[in-house]
């Protein structure tokens, strides 16, 4: 089955910097790939998605690459403000006839240092 | 509001005593799905639900059980907790599949003892 990789587990940035978080995946017949933010204590909140026939996606401060070759895919958070510190999971969808399964990356514990 | 909701937010039990936990969402999505979230391990799905009576395993679904006999109703059951089943729990739901944004409950924090 699919197995998502996320690296680094930790990051920490001063403001202002960009972050980058990077996830692999395993299964060529992914097909989606979404980013959730969870702020502490709080639920998980989409903040950007990108599908396989698109290579890169920009909202504002946040922009997500796919390289499907590859099999990885990046978030890039320029402009670091104190707000953007939280977790932030990966994860890769699968539609298989009828059925959607999610796998979600262990998770990236961002730190914006003021 | 359009929201997903779940009871109880926080629940200690002990081990082997049924419990239930209610999941409910008022966006009229086709798809609900439970997770466990664990510290380093992330999000691991445990069952899936793309329709009325349609329900599927996720990645971790030993010791659980779901129904869905309602589209806007997900509940997840535990019917001989263990102490390992000790998790946060997150309920979620999307329009029309996990190809598209998922919306999470508050979460669930489970204790078994």
């Known amino acids: 089955g699919e197995n998502v990789e996320q690296h680094p587990s930790t990051l920490s940035v001063q403001e202002g910097d960009s972050a980058v978080i990077k996830c692999t995946y395993s299964d060529s017949a992914s097909n989606y790939f979404p980013w959730y933010k969870q702020e502490l204590g709080k639920r998980p909140q989409l903040i950007i998605d990108?599908?396989?026939?698109?290579g890169e996606k920009k909202d504002q401060r946040i922009a997500v690459t796919l390289n499907k070759t590859a099999k990885h895919f990046s978030l890039h958070i320029t402009e670091t403000q104190p707000e953007d510190s939280a977790v932030y999971f990966c994860?890769?969808?699968?539609?298989?006839?009828?059925?959607?399964?999610?796998?979600f990356g262990p998770g990236t514990s961002l730190s914006v240092i003021p | 509001e359009a929201q997903v909701t779940q009871n109880p937010r926080y629940l200690i039990t002990v081990t082997g005593k049924k419990l239930t936990v209610t999941c409910s969402q008022n966006?009229?999505?086709?798809?609900m799905s439970w997770y466990r979230q664990d510290p380093g391990l992330g999000l691991r799905q445990i069952y899936y639900?793309?329709?009325?009576?349609?329900?599927d395993k996720g990645d971790v679904p030993e010791g659980y059980k779901v129904s869905r006999k309602e589209k806007r109703n997900f509940p997840l059951i535990l019917e001989s907790p263990s102490p390992n089943q000790t998790s946060l729990y997150f309920c979620?739901?999307?329009?029309?599949?996990?190809?598209?944004?998922?919306?999470f409950g508050p979460g669930t924090r489970l204790t078994v003892t």
């Open positions: 994860a890769a969808s699968d539609q298989k006839t009828s059925y959607d399964k999610v796998i």
């Open positions: 990108i599908r396989s026939n698109v």
């Open positions: 979620a739901s999307s329009l029309l599949g996990a190809s598209r944004e998922q919306y």
């Open positions: 966006m009229n999505h086709e798809y």
């Open positions: 639900s793309m329709n009325v009576e349609v329900t």
